[in-house]
């Protein structure tokens, strides 16, 4: 039995009914052999994995199929510059019991995550504040463990316990991740779906649609990946999950109006708003 196939039935032999939902979904679709495989033998062998690709890329959906694979609770992160550590850990409040005020700690997501053996997602890691993280360097390297620094309670991982991260490199908010945080990932690069398999993702989740419109919609995307490479349009506008909002739209309203607002109306340079609108338009002639 292989390391995977190993890993997925020790993992769902426990009982997470009272973290069900948070398991996640399940539903990704790689854009080439190796990288579920790659990405679930890395979890597997307990190392923190971090995904590299461009917004709407299907990172996080990737994640909730590992936490779907494992049956293994994910609990979530998201990144900004307001995190801190109270955000990450968990805070102190006053409670009654027993007619008197005591203090009591809350658990944050990777107190959790860390006790309870679940996966921890981590979000657009890199908006964070450089000086939030490295309160998880001991999570992340070989100790596995941390001190609460609001309790003083020394926390050792869960053997299941496991993190991914999502980073999405160079938009604006963002700054490069510390060398000593990025050390302690393996970093897997999370391209855009292209080729045969975007045509399953949207057979799959527009079953009904017409095959006018997802072959109209799939010959876009290839055009929008193709000016992102040349540098002519930025990253969001090749984005899937703009790409998958378009077609629900267009169903009801029309193709033409829906890519305007669900991707070209997103973009903040005019230049790149009409690059995709005359992309659409010669597709639709």
Do not use: C
Not at 222 to 249: H, I, Y
Not at 251 to 279: M, P, T
């Amino acid at each position: 039995m292989d390391l995977i196939q190993q890993e997925i039935e020790k993992r769902q032999q426990r009982d997470h009914d009272k973290f069900s939902s948070l398991i996640g979904t399940g539903g990704y679709i790689a854009p080439d052999d190796r990288l579920w495989t790659d990405v679930l033998t890395a979890v597997a062998l307990r190392q923190p994995v971090l995904l590299k690709g461009p917004t709407g890329a299907g990172k996080t959906k990737l994640a909730e199929s590992v936490s779907h694979a494992f049956n293994q609770p994910m609990q979530s992160i998201n990144s900004s510059v307001d995190l801190d550590a109270e955000s990450l850990l968990g805070f102190k409040t006053l409670i009654q019991e027993n007619g008197a005020s005591v203090i009591d700690f809350v658990e944050g997501p990777v107190v959790k995550a860390m006790k309870e053996g679940h996966l921890l997602y981590i979000d657009e890691i890199n908006m964070a504040r450089a000086e939030t993280l490295p309160i998880l360097h001991g999570v992340l390297d070989y100790r596995r463990m941390m001190t609460n620094p609001f309790t003083g309670e020394v926390i050792k991982a869960h053997p299941d316990f496991g993190v991914i991260a999502a980073i999405n490199e160079g938009y604006i908010g963002t700054s490069p991740m510390n060398e000593a945080l990025k050390n302690r990932f393996v970093a897997v690069p999370v391209p855009y779906l292209n080729g045969e398999e975007l045509r399953k993702l949207w057979d799959r989740e527009f079953p009904e649609a017409p095959g006018s419109l997802k072959t109209f919609m799939f010959n876009l995307a290839g055009d929008l990946m193709k000016q992102v490479e040349n540098g002519l349009l930025s990253d969001e506008a090749a984005s899937v999950r703009s790409l998958l909002d378009a077609t629900a739209l267009a169903v009801h309203i029309g193709a033409e109006r829906a890519v305007n607002y669900a991707i070209a109306e997103k973009l903040d340079d005019e230049s790149e708003r009409q690059l995709v609108k005359d992309l659409t338009t010669t597709w639709l002639k």
